[in-house]
């Protein structure tokens, strides 16, 4: 018996959306063909994006090879190679901690596409893929020993059933058996493949494969998004809140939010921040997507559990702390989607301080986020919080939403990355906690004895694990 691969188209599959334009700029620069657009080009790599692959536009690449007809196949392959690094960027954020799976379980990692290989070969070694299945452009060696492209395919052209044959091909030649195969692709044009391995994949399925996979009971996934969030037309549904989100959707609370340009446009980050009320999510929620970005916060498994607001804590690709599991999953699922460039906000506090802790000027935390820190290399940015306990104390179980004429404030400070991390978890977590206090006003660092009244709102309305 042979053993397993994993085989996955290129455009809206690996990347989030169509090489095309990347490659053909290139090619233009290049020289290798006319530095013009074609009429309708763009609008055709639009609908490529959103929609998925089209007969018109197959039939174009179906006639690609003539364009390049008597051109020196070096000067395509160089071109290539300078459209590579545009290429990587285009990468769906969670498609190479999928490609790093498969390589840790033994399997070869293949890249099965349409797109000619000598335009794709030099992305596949840099994603550090196994082999490349694509269409073969024919060649031939002119009078001073340089290959040129004659204008025509060598062998079939590598699409629907054909890629599926090529497949079959390559894993007879290396011993496959694609029964106990994956295979990832965006379109219903990959049926062929998709139906003959024994674990197929349909990622950021175009609308007829969506269907189809809904009937098979496939997968369907979003490389660019958390496992499990779900899509619509491209959309998650936290970027459909983040434009119904605002802090006016809160009335019963003043926003006071200031240092949300320390938060990293792009790429990973770890937010961490004190706790003190079931308000500091929504809290540190617009103050990250004040950003421009999306939030994935660490949240107890309880939260997961309880109806209608887990269901939303799931889609929104919030991650699970299975507290009786160690949280060892929660560790794991936030190294992903940091190595994917999400911005994950944690609360080393783990839960809001009780009674007389409530009040300690001294924040004291545990080193998850130190451990994220060490294992992906993400900077930590620093959130003070401070009054969100008036809008919702810990001894309700609901913020006081009536309270519309005279709103508490809520102040929010945003400190700049954290530096001189270590990697000792323990030392680390200390300068944490420390940067974390720099970002609160004066009062939070002065000890005080409370009053009785602030005892009781300081303590939960019922037990609590």
Same mark, same amino acid.
């Given at each position: 018996?042979?053993?397993?691969?994993?085989?996955?188209?290129?455009?809206?599959?690996?990347?989030?959306?169509?090489?095309?334009?990347?490659?053909?700029?290139?090619?233009?620069?290049?020289?290798?063909?006319?530095?013009?657009?074609?009429?309708?080009?763009?609008?055709?790599?639009?609908?490529?994006?959103?929609?998925?692959?089209?007969?018109?536009?197959?039939?174009?690449?179906?006639?690609?090879?003539?364009?390049?007809?008597?051109?020196?196949?070096?000067?395509?392959?160089?071109?290539?190679?300078?459209?590579?690094?545009?290429?990587?960027?285009?990468?769906?954020?969670?498609?190479?901690?999928?490609?790093?799976?498969?390589?840790?379980?033994?399997?070869?990692?293949?890249?099965?596409?349409?797109?000619?290989?000598?335009?794709?070969?030099?992305?596949?070694?840099?994603?550090?893929?196994?082999?490349?299945?694509?269409?073969?452009?024919?060649?031939?060696?002119?009078?001073?020993?340089?290959?040129?492209?004659?204008?025509?395919?060598?062998?079939?052209?590598?699409?629907?059933?054909?890629?599926?044959?090529?497949?079959?091909?390559?894993?007879?030649?290396?011993?496959?058996?694609?029964?106990?195969?994956?295979?990832?692709?965006?379109?219903?044009?990959?049926?062929?493949?998709?139906?003959?391995?024994?674990?197929?994949?349909?990622?950021?399925?175009?609308?007829?494969?969506?269907?189809?996979?809904?009937?098979?009971?496939?997968?369907?996934?979003?490389?660019?998004?958390?496992?499990?969030?779900?899509?619509?037309?491209?959309?998650?549904?936290?970027?459909?809140?983040?434009?119904?989100?605002?802090?006016?959707?809160?009335?019963?609370?003043?926003?006071?939010?200031?240092?949300?340009?320390?938060?990293?446009?792009?790429?990973?980050?770890?937010?961490?921040?004190?706790?003190?009320?079931?308000?500091?999510?929504?809290?540190?929620?617009?103050?990250?997507?004040?950003?421009?970005?999306?939030?994935?916060?660490?949240?107890?498994?309880?939260?997961?559990?309880?109806?209608?607001?887990?269901?939303?804590?799931?889609?929104?690709?919030?991650?699970?702390?299975?507290?009786?599991?160690?949280? &060892?999953?929660?560790?794991?699922?936030?190294? #992903? $989607?940091?190595? %994917?460039?999400? =911005?994950?906000? !944690?609360?080393?506090? *783990? /839960?809001?301080?009780?009674?007389?802790?409530?009040?300690?000027?001294?924040?004291? &935390?545990?080193?998850?986020?130190?451990?994220? #820190? $060490?294992?992906? %290399?993400?900077? =930590?940015?620093? !959130?003070?919080?401070? *009054? /969100?306990?008036?809008?919702?104390?810990?001894?309700?179980?609901?913020?006081?939403?009536?309270?519309?004429?005279?709103?508490?404030?809520?102040?929010?400070?945003?400190?700049?990355?954290?530096?001189?991390?270590?990697?000792?978890?323990?030392?680390?977590?200390?300068?944490?906690?420390?940067?974390?206090?720099?970002?609160?006003?004066?009062?939070?660092?002065?000890?005080?004895?409370?009053?009785?009244?602030?005892?009781?709102?300081?303590?939960?309305?019922?037990?609590?694990?």
């Amino acid at each position: 018996m042979g053993t397993a691969a994993a085989f996955f188209d290129l455009d809206r599959t690996l990347l989030r959306g169509a090489s095309g334009p990347v490659l053909a700029e290139a090619l233009g620069r290049a020289g290798v063909v006319p530095n013009r657009t074609l009429p309708g080009q763009g609008l055709l790599y639009k609908a490529y994006d959103r929609f998925g692959e089209s007969l018109p536009g197959i039939a174009l690449a179906r006639m690609a090879a003539a364009a390049v007809r008597g051109r020196r196949r070096s000067a395509l392959v160089a071109a290539a190679e300078s459209a590579t690094d545009a290429l990587v960027e285009m990468v769906a954020p969670y498609a190479m901690a999928l490609i790093e799976e498969h390589h840790q379980a033994g399997r070869p990692v293949v890249l099965a596409t349409t797109s000619p290989r000598d335009l794709v070969e030099p992305l596949a070694r840099r994603l550090g893929l196994d082999d490349v299945i694509a269409t073969r452009y024919q060649v031939t060696v002119d009078r001073k020993g340089a290959e040129r492209y004659t204008g025509r395919l060598d062998g079939a052209f590598i699409w629907a059933a054909g890629k599926l044959t090529a497949v079959r091909w390559w894993a007879s030649e290396h011993d496959i058996e694609l029964a106990d195969s994956w295979a990832y692709s965006d379109s219903v044009y990959d049926l062929p493949l998709l139906s003959a391995v024994g674990h197929p994949v349909a990622v950021n399925a175009d609308p007829r494969l969506a269907v189809v996979a809904a009937v098979r009971r496939w997968p369907q996934v979003h490389l660019d998004a958390p496992p499990g969030v779900p899509k619509l037309i491209g959309i998650e549904p936290f970027e459909v809140l983040r434009m119904l989100v605002r802090p006016e959707s809160f009335p019963y609370a003043r926003f006071d939010i200031a240092g949300t340009d320390n938060i990293p446009r792009r790429g990973p980050a770890i937010v961490v921040a004190n706790h003190r009320s079931y308000f500091d999510a929504i809290a540190l929620g617009l103050t990250v997507m004040r950003a421009g970005r999306l939030p994935r916060a660490l949240a107890k498994k309880e939260i997961f559990d309880a109806p209608v607001v887990g269901q939303l804590a799931k889609v929104l690709g919030q991650i699970v702390v299975d507290r009786d599991a160690g949280g &060892g999953n929660a560790l794991t699922s936030a190294i #992903a $989607a940091l190595k %994917g460039g999400e =911005v994950v906000v !944690v609360l080393p506090q *783990g /839960t809001i301080p009780r009674g007389d802790a409530f009040f300690s000027p001294k924040l004291e &935390g545990k080193t998850g986020a130190a451990r994220l #820190a $060490a294992a992906t %290399g993400a900077p =930590v940015i620093p !959130v003070g919080m401070w *009054g /969100t306990e008036k809008v919702w104390p810990r001894s309700a179980r609901m913020p006081n939403m009536t309270n519309v004429l005279n709103p508490p404030q809520v102040r929010v400070r945003v400190g700049p990355p954290i530096k001189g991390l270590t990697g000792d978890p323990r030392a680390d977590t200390v300068k944490i906690m420390k940067a974390i206090s720099a970002q609160l006003p004066p009062e939070a660092g002065r000890a005080r004895k409370p009053s009785g009244d602030e005892l009781r709102q300081a303590q939960p309305p019922s037990r609590e694990a």
